[in-house]
């Protein structure tokens, strides 16, 4: 082949591979954003709570780990990672049952014991349902909790339903932000389906917001989180510690920071 060909045939080549990747993660991106979806059935025995089913509008059935606490202190509900899964949380159920304070963690759809698959609509479907149903089983005020992937579900929740207080564990301006800084090689606004802009709802809301963030986080970053938290509404409150990353962020100064915000929110500071 000679020179002039090879160099008409490189750029086609490399158009060609470039397109393929593209393609690649356009049709994969949901595997890679909901890592902990599955067929995985739920655990027979709980680590902690008892087992609740919450229906979605529409028709899908969430399980979830419930613990009820006293009603003259707030229930929080609680949404995880994308890796995550409601059995990992007895250390933070534990904790909060020695205060008397309830937990509910649901499990998204598509993830282990929920039907259907998950999406941001429907997570964000997830969430509402969430919230009602702990509504109407708990007398206690509620405060949402989210964590990495489910901050931008708590975020919405918070949103549209009238929450105490909204707890953000390793938070980001947008999913779609940081797909952008980790892949600049990508159009990741054309490709991504999923955007979970809670930089376009955070404004809604006004509730007293505590951030939590480790500044060694390297799944989503530091400037991530503080980007969403100059944006947001007073009252707030940011934390950042500094030997954590993202996921070893929950430790006994973490649930201890949890705990006395949601217990301020009921003036009963420890």
Known sequence: MSTTKYLLILPLMAAIAYMAVVALVYFSQRALLYPGAGATAAADHPSWGESVHVKTPDGEML????LKG????????LFFGNGDRVDNYAFLA?????RRIGLL?????????STGSPSEQGLLTDGIAAYDWLSAHTGSKIVVLGRSLGTGVAVNTAAKRPAAGVILVSPYLSVLSVAQARYPFLPAQILLKDPFRS?????EVRQPKL??????????????????????????????????GHNDIFNDGTV???IR?????????P
Do not use: T
Not at 70 to 77: F, M
Not at 211 to 234: C, K, M, N, T, V
Not at 261 to 269: D, M, P, S
């Open 211 to 244: 951030f939590l963030h480790g500044r060694l986080d390297d799944s989503i970053p530091l400037s991530s989180g503080q980007a969403l938290y100059e944006i947001a509404p007073e009252p707030k409150r940011m934390v950042i510690y500094d030997g954590a």
């Open 105 to 113: 963690a649901i499990s998204y759809r598509g993830y282990p014991g």
């Open 199 to 203: 930089d376009l709802n955070i404004g």
């Open 261 to 269: 915000f949601v217990e301020a929110l009921q003036g009963n500071r």
């Open 94 to 98: 534990q904790a909060l049952a020695a």
């Open 256 to 258: 201890g920071d949890v």
């Open 70 to 77: 006293d009603s003259d202190k707030p229930c929080l509900l």
């Open 63 to 66: 399980q979830g780990l419930y």
